[in-house]
């Protein structure tokens, strides 16, 4: 039997040319004694060998001090949900000390909910833990999200 060259580079997972037709004369592949076409470009072979190139290393900080600025996200839904019900989760991240708070959450209007609870929590236990430290509204001066609608309501 004649098979096709790219056909069954693709089902041999992207497996290159050379031992695809040395397991073809070898008799590894059974029903199949040649081969047509040749291998043509191969999209998913060229990404696959791609390098990226990294991010160029900031002289400087973004931020001078812990939660200046952080980095929010709300994920789900997932299937199946958990034992408690919960489907959502929302991740904060400091982008000073790289700090992530994970919280979950059965619907994913409760994103505001969480975020304040979570404000509070962060002053606690600053205060506890450093002392005297000045909470005032603007504490955090930037919250970035990827703008979705649990982060652009009037509420938020």
Known sequence: MTIDVNLLHRQMGH???GRIEQMVKCGQLRGID???GTLTFCKACTLGKMKKTPFELQDRPRTTRPLEMVHTNV?????????????????????????????????NSEALQIYNQWKLDVKTLLRTEIGQED??????KFVRSDGGSEFTNKVF
């Open 34 to 36: 040649t081969l047509s």
């Open 15 to 17: 497996i290159s040319i």
């Open 135 to 140: 909470f005032s509204k603007s504490y955090t």
């Open 75 to 107: 994920g789900g839904p997932i299937s199946p949900q958990s034992r408690e019900g919960y489907k959502f989760w929302l991740v904060i991240v400091d982008d000073f000390s790289r700090f992530p708070w994970v919280y979950f959450m059965k619907h």
